[in-house]
């Protein structure tokens, strides 16, 4: 079987730092995703990439980078860490349209 | 846009209850429907899909049925167990550009009390 694998599992920043979030999967999968999770508001769509080199915005992309240069890896980079700011990363993989995801662990973000 | 809504945002049951919980969704067409569990310092697991309408998706004892009539794909368990504790997303395929996104509810947090 495959494995998604995010790091850092826990991410301290400061104040206006760029902060670098890693995901790989070995799943040959096409398709990866990064979504934000925030208590009480779900999942929201960050950033995905359909294949490699390709980007495509979520929702709640502003203030995000993201970067696919290779099929098995996805990073998504905070660009400026903002003071308070508290919430869980999640990576996914998919094969692509209606096919089911799998997540990664996750990487616990806080900002002080 | 498309929608999906999950009308719990927590429920408290005892062992061997029966557990429903309500997702509706809105979008046209026919997308593909899912429901996820995610447990404490994990991310979401998938559980079951459903793509047609009447279609029931079934794992580890949960059950839910594609319903067109009613946009909905609830969520069931005939006697839910303390270990069955966690948070339950319902998600919907979004059908624009076919790009595999999913589209999650804000989820659903069971405990459940032995």
């Known amino acids: 079987g495959g494995i998604i694998t995010q790091t850092p599992k826990f991410l301290i920043g400061q104040e206006g730092q760029k902060l670098t979030l890693k995901c790989q999967q070995n799943?040959?999968?096409?398709?990866m995703y990064w979504y934000r999770q925030d208590s009480g508001k779900g999942l929201r769509l960050i950033y995905y990439?359909?294949?490699?080199?390709?980007?495509q915005k979520g929702d709640l992309s502003e203030g995000y980078d993201a970067s696919r240069e290779k099929k098995s890896s996805f990073s998504l980079t905070v660009t400026s860490a903002q003071k308070n700011e508290m919430a869980v990363f999640l990576c996914?993989?998919?094969?692509?349209?209606?096919?089911?995801?799998?997540f990664g662990s996750g990487t616990r973000l806080l900002v002080i | 846009g498309d929608s999906v809504t999950q009308t719990e945002g927590q429920v408290a049951l005892s062992e061997e209850d029966f557990l429903t919980i309500h997702c509706n969704y809105s979008?046209?067409?026919?997308?593909?429907l899912f429901w996820y569990v995610q447990y404490p310092g994990e991310g979401p697991q998938f559980l079951f899909r459903?793509?047609?309408?009447?279609e029931k998706g079934s794992s580890r004892g949960f059950e839910a049925t594609y319903d067109k009539g009613t946009t909905s794909f609830h969520l069931r368990k005939a006697s839910v167990q303390e270990s069955d504790s966690a948070v339950y997303y319902c998600?919907?395929?979004?059908?624009?550009?076919?790009?595999?996104?999913?589209?999650f509810g804000l989820g659903t947090t069971l405990q459940v009390q032995p």
């Open positions: 996914a993989s998919s094969m692509g349209a209606n096919s089911d995801y799998t």
């Open positions: 799943f040959n999968h096409d398709t």
């Open positions: 990439s359909i294949t490699e080199n390709d980007l």
């Open positions: 979008a046209s067409g026919y997308p593909a």
């Open positions: 459903a793509s047609r309408d009447k």
């Open positions: 998600a919907l395929g979004a059908i624009t550009g076919n790009t595999g996104k999913l589209i």
